[in-house]
């Protein structure tokens, strides 16, 4: 029950910020502008600062060294669901833009702002630490090629795709966190306030987009229910069988499943939108998979 409970408490932060972006965008108290204002800032300044932060914190030789097995299974997992998404992806869609959220989404769920929140509020503090770590990985595989994928371009990476704020401050802060580089205290705070604003801004800002569509068109996707089961139950059921049968179950599987279970992420609709590319399929993922995930969550995280 407890685990219920910290679900829904969480669940219930995340509505009440999407119903606020909703209900101001609804009523015309923010622009029309509102959504591409939010979605750049979240892009060049908001996103950039949460890694910088994480980084510079948690990708020190000392961490990485006490943590190499948990890393090598985390690149593992990843790569396993990469290849699942590949295939699945080409499945659930003949669209190429779809196709990339899809793949995008069954790889990078709300692995962040939910896992986080999930990972403190029922393992604690040092659980949270070990959870950053082990998503080290998959923080730079969705600000590099997930990124790519969601703005709906070219499906390869060239340089100049990557000069962008976001893997720039990934790689800053790999390289401030192993050189343990120190930063005046006015610097760290602000970049860490930032950070901060990352995920109430980010809800907002799904609230606003949201509201740009009629709602019945963003729940009367058939694919979209799919594409929610398959990442919110299938998935981390898959890996949870996985883990027993090899006796890595009491090791690494919570960490995975605080990734595995979350439902899908934000960034299919804040990245998209910072480069005027279609919202309303990623609006109606996270509207979908959010509502799920206040039954499957509980579910999934019993079996722990």
Known sequence: MQIFFTTFNQMM????????????????????????????????????????????????????????STLIIALIILSITVVISLFLSNALSADSYQKRLFRYSLITPNYNFMGNALALGIFGERFLFDYMIYTIPLTIFTYTVGINWLKGKSEHIRLSSLLNPIFISIILGIILGLTSFPLPDAVRNTISSFGNCMSPIAMLLTGIIIAQYPLKSLIKIPKIYLLSVIRLIIIPALFILLFKTINLYHTVLPLAICTLAMPLGLNTIIIPAAYDEDTSVGASMTLISSLLSLVTIPIIFAFL
């Open 13 to 68: 932060i995340l509505f009440l910020f999407i119903i606020s972006g909703y209900t101001l965008s609804k009523s015309k108290i923010l622009p029309d502008t509102s959504a591409s204002v939010f979605a750049k800032l979240e892009n060049t300044l908001l996103i950039p600062c949460l890694i910088l932060n994480t980084f510079i914190d948690k990708c020190t030789i000392k961490n990485l060294s006490h943590h190499t």
